[in-house]
Protein backbone atom coordinates (compact mmCIF):
# COMPACT_ATOMS: atom_id res chain seq x y z
CA UNK A 1 0.00 0.00 0.00
CA UNK A 2 1.30 3.55 -0.83
CA UNK A 3 1.62 6.09 1.52
CA UNK A 4 -0.26 9.14 -0.41
CA UNK A 5 -0.15 11.68 2.39
CA UNK A 6 1.18 15.07 1.56
CA UNK A 7 2.27 14.98 5.75
CA UNK A 8 5.94 15.41 5.50
CA UNK A 9 6.06 14.22 9.20
CA UNK A 10 3.96 11.65 8.86
CA UNK A 11 6.15 10.53 5.18
CA UNK A 12 9.44 11.09 7.73
CA UNK A 13 8.49 9.11 10.68
CA UNK A 14 7.31 6.26 7.98
CA UNK A 15 10.60 6.56 6.66
CA UNK A 16 12.76 6.25 9.72
CA UNK A 17 10.72 2.82 10.94
CA UNK A 18 12.40 0.96 7.86
CA UNK A 19 16.06 1.92 9.56
CA UNK A 20 18.26 -0.61 11.72
CA UNK A 21 21.46 -0.98 12.64
CA UNK A 22 23.53 1.98 11.73
CA UNK A 23 21.06 3.92 10.03
CA UNK A 24 18.75 3.73 12.94
CA UNK A 25 21.43 5.10 14.95
CA UNK A 26 22.26 7.89 12.46
CA UNK A 27 18.75 8.67 12.34
CA UNK A 28 19.29 8.84 16.15
CA UNK A 29 21.91 11.33 16.15
CA UNK A 30 20.30 13.66 14.05
CA UNK A 31 20.73 16.99 15.68
CA UNK A 32 16.92 18.49 16.84
CA UNK A 33 15.67 20.84 13.97
CA UNK A 34 17.86 19.38 11.22
CA UNK A 35 15.13 18.10 9.41
CA UNK A 36 12.73 20.35 8.56
CA UNK A 37 11.16 18.32 5.75
CA UNK A 38 11.03 14.73 3.86
CA UNK A 39 13.41 16.27 1.68
CA UNK A 40 15.53 17.20 4.45
CA UNK A 41 15.61 13.92 5.65
CA UNK A 42 16.21 12.14 2.00
CA UNK A 43 18.88 14.63 1.39
CA UNK A 44 20.91 14.15 4.79
CA UNK A 45 20.45 10.31 4.32
CA UNK A 46 21.61 10.08 0.39
CA UNK A 47 24.80 12.17 1.95
CA UNK A 48 25.27 10.01 4.72
CA UNK A 49 25.14 7.22 2.51
CA UNK A 50 25.38 7.51 -1.05
CA UNK A 51 29.10 7.11 -0.61
CA UNK A 52 28.91 4.01 0.91
CA UNK A 53 27.57 2.41 -2.46
CA UNK A 54 29.77 0.62 -4.40
CA UNK A 55 30.23 2.11 -8.43
CA UNK A 56 27.99 0.13 -10.85
CA UNK A 57 30.50 -2.21 -13.10
CA UNK A 58 30.23 -1.54 -16.80
CA UNK A 59 32.50 -2.44 -19.92
CA UNK A 60 35.21 -0.81 -19.21
CA UNK A 61 35.75 -2.82 -15.89
CA UNK A 62 36.28 -5.88 -18.34
CA UNK A 63 38.48 -4.48 -20.31
CA UNK A 64 40.93 -3.43 -17.75
CA UNK A 65 40.58 -7.05 -15.85
CA UNK A 66 44.07 -8.93 -16.07
CA UNK A 67 45.20 -12.25 -15.00
CA UNK A 68 47.32 -12.38 -11.64
CA UNK A 69 50.80 -13.51 -11.98
CA UNK A 70 50.54 -16.51 -10.49
CA UNK A 71 46.71 -16.91 -10.87
CA UNK A 72 45.63 -19.82 -12.02
CA UNK A 73 43.06 -19.57 -15.11
CA UNK A 74 40.40 -21.60 -13.20
CA UNK A 75 40.11 -19.34 -10.85
CA UNK A 76 41.20 -16.18 -13.42
CA UNK A 77 37.99 -17.83 -15.38
CA UNK A 78 35.57 -17.05 -12.47
CA UNK A 79 36.29 -13.99 -11.60
CA UNK A 80 35.50 -12.87 -14.96
CA UNK A 81 32.70 -14.49 -15.11
CA UNK A 82 31.74 -12.91 -11.75
CA UNK A 83 32.31 -9.88 -13.07
CA UNK A 84 30.31 -9.93 -16.60
CA UNK A 85 27.66 -10.94 -14.30
CA UNK A 86 27.52 -7.30 -12.71
CA UNK A 87 27.46 -5.48 -15.92
CA UNK A 88 24.89 -5.06 -17.93
CA UNK A 89 23.78 -5.67 -21.78
CA UNK A 90 27.52 -7.27 -22.45
CA UNK A 91 27.76 -8.62 -25.90
CA UNK A 92 28.76 -12.14 -25.79
CA UNK A 93 31.58 -11.72 -28.46
CA UNK A 94 32.83 -9.31 -27.06
CA UNK A 95 33.53 -10.91 -23.42
CA UNK A 96 35.20 -13.96 -24.91
CA UNK A 97 37.65 -11.78 -26.57
CA UNK A 98 38.43 -9.53 -24.21
CA UNK A 99 38.97 -12.60 -21.69
CA UNK A 100 40.63 -14.53 -24.21
CA UNK A 101 43.19 -12.00 -24.88
CA UNK A 102 43.81 -11.55 -20.70
CA UNK A 103 44.51 -14.92 -20.55
CA UNK A 104 48.38 -15.29 -19.74
CA UNK A 105 49.90 -16.73 -23.33
CA UNK A 106 51.04 -20.77 -22.77
CA UNK A 107 48.10 -22.42 -20.45
CA UNK A 108 46.69 -24.79 -22.03
CA UNK A 109 43.27 -22.92 -22.01
CA UNK A 110 44.77 -19.83 -24.11
CA UNK A 111 45.62 -22.56 -26.58
CA UNK A 112 42.37 -24.19 -26.68
CA UNK A 113 40.46 -20.61 -26.67
CA UNK A 114 42.94 -19.15 -29.62
CA UNK A 115 42.90 -22.61 -31.72
CA UNK A 116 39.31 -22.44 -31.86
CA UNK A 117 37.65 -19.40 -30.61
CA UNK A 118 34.54 -19.92 -28.16
CA UNK A 119 31.33 -18.34 -29.21
CA UNK A 120 30.64 -16.71 -25.40
CA UNK A 121 31.44 -17.48 -22.12
CA UNK A 122 29.31 -20.41 -21.50
CA UNK A 123 31.50 -21.86 -24.19
CA UNK A 124 34.86 -21.10 -22.64
CA UNK A 125 33.35 -22.31 -19.06
CA UNK A 126 32.90 -26.02 -20.45
CA UNK A 127 36.18 -26.32 -22.35
CA UNK A 128 37.64 -24.69 -19.32
CA UNK A 129 36.15 -27.82 -17.20
CA UNK A 130 37.34 -30.37 -19.66
CA UNK A 131 41.00 -29.00 -19.13
CA UNK A 132 41.07 -28.73 -15.74
CA UNK A 133 39.41 -32.13 -14.95
CA UNK A 134 42.51 -33.77 -17.38
CA UNK A 135 45.22 -31.26 -15.43
CA UNK A 136 44.02 -33.08 -11.96
CA UNK A 137 44.94 -36.60 -13.26
Known amino acids: MALEANNEAI ?3 VFS ?10 FRQ ?5 VSSFG ?19 MADLYRIEQGENEHPKSYLQRCID ?9 PVTVTNLFVKSLKVGSLLHE ?6 PYDMAEIQIRAERIFRVLEF
Open 112 to 117: NLTMTP
Open 40 to 58: DLRKAFLQQYSANREAPRT
Open 30 to 34: LKPGS
Open 17 to 26: TTFSGPALLW
Open 11 to 13: QCK
Open 83 to 91: LVHQIHDVE
